[in-house]
Structures are given as structure tokens and as C-alpha cells.
């Protein structure tokens, strides 16, 4: 899932892998 918040939610590693 790719979205505008992508950089604010990558702040979180543990969401950036999982949505990655």
C-alpha cells in the first residue's frame, strides 16, 4: 500500500517493514 503519509509512517520501522 503506497500513500502520501509513507514517509511519516516509515518513522515507525516496525510498520515499514510489515507495509514494505
Known sequence: M???GW???CV???MC???K
Open 7 to 9: 514517509t511519516n509512517f
Open 2 to 4: 503506497r500513500f502520501r
Open 17 to 19: 517493514i510489515i507495509y
Open 12 to 14: 515507525t520501522k516496525v
